[in-house]
């Protein structure tokens, strides 16, 4: 069966202090590892798309990582605007996206 | 480009009685999802469609869920009777399948449901 495993819970940060996101998988055949962020109230909003192990995608203050077991958030210098959960889903080879529980980031100025 | 529309954002009724969810895809996305997210977890799914075809329904509870998407376009997510354990977000959302490859999936705000 198909699992993912976010960690931490929760993470609070200064704004400018940098920190890392853990996202553990375990899928029949990955098929695509997905990051998204959700904003109380809204649904989620897609960030990253990786396929491979050893590849990367930036986009503003996040870079995603990926490797055979885990993937990486990293948040650079967060601002107060990065203040919110960050989902990590895995597809596996029969179509399905796997949902993690989530890592609430709040950063506080 | 419009996004995924769903409706009511918010709905309240009391146990026993009947719900309904309409979404709206993104113009042109084939393949259509119906996921329910409880507080503090993630979106889990109940539902996907290519095109007008149900390809995935295991997780859905059928003695009292059902789901439609009429044309491969429009989708309602429908709940007879509703019990208290049903409160909820129900998200809708859309993504294009091409090749045997789906691509990101596009999520709807979602519809809280809160059964009393």
């Known amino acids: 069966e198909d699992q993912v495993t976010q960690s931490p819970e929760a993470l609070r940060l200064q704004e400018g202090e940098s920190s890392s996101l853990n996202c553990s998988y375990t899928v029949s055949g990955l098929r695509g590892l997905f990051w998204y962020r959700q904003d109380p109230g809204k649904g989620p909003e897609f960030l990253f798309t990786l396929y491979s192990a050893g590849e990367e995608k930036e986009k503003e203050r996040l870079k995603a990582t990926l490797t055979k077991k885990e993937s990486f958030l990293h948040i650079t210098a967060p601002k107060p605007e990065d203040s919110a959960t960050y989902l990590c889903a895995v597809r596996s080879s029969w179509g399905k996206l796997q949902f993690g529980a989530g890592t609430q980031v709040v950063v506080t100025p | 480009e419009a996004g995924v529309v769903q409706s009511p954002r918010y709905k309240i009724i009391e146990k026993k009685q009947p719900v309904a969810f309409w979404c709206n895809p993104i113009s042109g996305h084939n393949t259509l999802y119906w996921y329910l997210q409880n507080l503090g977890q993630g979106p889990e799914l109940l539902i996907r469609y290519e095109n007008e075809e149900a390809v995935d329904d295991s997780q859905l509870p059928k003695d009292r869920f059902s789901a439609e998407r009429l044309k491969g376009v429009d989708s309602t997510l429908k709940i007879q009777p509703a019990e208290l354990g049903d409160s909820a977000v129900y998200l809708c959302?859309?993504?294009?399948?091409?090749?045997?490859?789906?691509?990101?999936?596009?999520f709807g705000e979602g519809s809280r449901l809160t059964v009393l």
């Open positions: 959302a859309s993504s294009f399948l091409a090749g045997g490859q789906v691509g990101e999936l596009f």
